[in-house]
């Protein structure tokens, strides 16, 4: 019991300083429902905050496995449902690099915020927030079409989830 304390303590304090140390992704199993426990959600935050701090790279490896290891533990978690729906993702279109953010975003708000994780509908507004702030920053490299844009705008206008439901 001390033990598993100590690596959720660990893990907090590891993911909220944003290192850049990663786990080794491939030695994690995902494979049954006992493999989803605090360490393996440790390593989804610290997957999800590494993707969300570090600018979009098409040949960075370790945003390429950190993402891979998202959507293998959004796709197998018995603690938590993800929806992609249409229009919060419409940004996204024709770009897997926010798509993969976008779900980035949505495991390190359910993860960070277990109140609120059976709600599709904050959690679809609090990711989105997250990819806006991280378009917003430049060093992200993160080119603005049109439908991010409006979202950005809505979420200036305090109208974000009025724009996200309808």
């Known amino acids: 019991m001390k033990r598993l304390i100590f690596v959720i303590i660990f893990g907090l304090f590891t993911s909220s300083s944003f290192a850049q140390t990663l786990p080794d992704f491939d030695a994690i199993k995902l494979d049954k429902r006992e493999d989803f426990n605090a360490a393996a959600d440790n390593a989804a935050l610290q997957a999800s905050n590494f993707l969300l ?8 490896l370790d945003r390429l496995k950190s993402l891979e290891y998202v ?3 959004m796709s197998g ?4 449902s993800f929806t992609l729906d249409e229009q919060a993702t419409k940004f996204a279109k024709k770009n897997d690099d926010l798509l993969g953010l ?4 949505m495991t390190k708000y359910v993860l960070e915020n277990k109140e609120d994780s059976k709600d599709q509908n904050k959690i679809k507004l609090n990711a989105v927030k997250l990819i806006i702030e991280y378009a917003k920053n430049e060093k992200n490299k993160v080119k ?23």
Do not use: F, R, V
């Open 144 to 166: 603005l079409n049109s439908e991010l844009k409006k979202a950005i705008e809505a979420d200036n206008k305090g109208q974000l989830a009025e724009y996200l439901n309808h």
């Open 77 to 80: 978690t018995p603690d938590y």
């Open 102 to 105: 976008y779900m980035a975003a």
């Open 53 to 60: 701090s570090t600018a979009l790279e098409k040949n960075n």
């Open 71 to 73: 959507i293998k533990w």
